[in-house]
């Protein structure tokens, strides 16, 4: 089986499947070649609850991304890719420094594409005394064989669940395969981690599913908080959020182009309630 640096030279990383050689510095949809590129790191305060604590989430935020949100609220990051290259050393010192800091955890926010040199830090830095839990922050468009080949690394699993449709993904994602995609790595990582364990209020091991409501999306919001209920766990803790707003490319789509009505918000946290969902906040 190939190693996961081996994958770099025909990645087939994520479902996008490019095939390129990133390790000769070729770049497929994410834009990155081979070396990890980070654009910011630092005790986090605006994650999930469980995740903050007193004294932060320690999120690494790295460059470039494996979808393509057209309503991207991080898009310098993920498509202008602006950040800078780090050697796999002192990505580990990162990690070492944020846990020197007081930080809960290891919040790696869009690893997917990186995955290779992620795994090859965390080793070093567990090998030089690095103890608290790592956090998979991700788009939750995820290949499941991947996801198998990190078991064991990631303790807090943390995908979104973006679109039910393939038409909406196709359009604001430029990923028609998402929903498919996206269920089967959902099922996938609660197989490794479990329903979410919270110990003394911060997490410390299983999956968090996080669910942006859309304009005019109450209906697929509907059917992914059925499909988590149903199909992975009615325990799964699951942040049901507000916050989206016409960022990027939104305002070129006109059922984005709006927030959320108080009332679509409203109408999907009630069912996730009646579902008996565990609700972040």
Same mark, same amino acid.
């Given at each position: ?7 770099? *030279?025909?990645?087939? @990383?994520?479902?996008?499947?490019? =095939? &390129? $050689? ?6 497929? #949809? ?112 995820? *290949?499941?064989?991947? @996801?198998?080949?990190?078991?064991? =690394? &990631? $303790? ?6 973006? #679109? ?118």
């Amino acid at each position: 089986m190939k190693s996961l640096k081996d994958r770099l *030279r025909d990645c087939d @990383l994520c479902p996008r499947l490019c =095939r &390129v $050689d990133r390790a000769a510095g070729e770049t497929g #949809f994410c834009g990155i070649g081979a070396d990890p590129v980070i654009s910011s790191a630092g005790p986090h305060f605006g994650e999930e609850p469980p995740l903050v604590g007193r004294c932060g989430s320690g999120a690494i935020f790295f460059t470039g991304c494996n979808l393509g949100c057209v309503f991207c609220q991080n898009y310098e990051i993920s498509h202008l890719r602006e950040g800078r290259a780090v050697s796999e050393s002192a990505l580990a010192d990162l990690m070492l420094r944020l846990q020197e800091q007081g930080c809960h955890n290891i919040n790696w926010v869009t690893p997917t594409h990186q995955v290779p040199v992620i795994v090859a830090a965390l080793e070093l830095a567990r090998g030089k005394g690095l103890r608290v839990p790592t956090v998979f922050n991700c788009g939750g468009y995820e *290949r499941v064989e991947i @996801l198998r080949e990190i078991e064991g =690394r &990631v $303790d807090i699993y943390m995908p979104d669940a973006k #679109f039910w449709s393939a038409d909406s993904a196709r359009t604001y994602l430029n990923a028609p395969d998402y929903p498919e995609i996206m269920r089967n790595a959902l099922k996938e990582m609660h197989r490794q981690v479990g329903d979410l364990v919270i110990e003394d209020g911060l997490a410390a091991k299983g999956l968090l599913v996080r669910h942006l409501v859309m304009p005019g999306g109450v209906a697929e919001s509907l059917e992914i908080l059925d499909f988590i209920a149903r199909e992975i766990s009615p325990d799964t803790y699951v942040n049901v959020m507000s916050q989206y707003r016409p960022s990027y490319r939104a305002h070129e789509f006109h059922p984005i182009a709006r927030r959320i009505t108080m009332e679509e918000f409203d109408t999907v946290r009630r069912h996730a309630e009646k579902l008996g969902l565990r609700l972040a906040g």
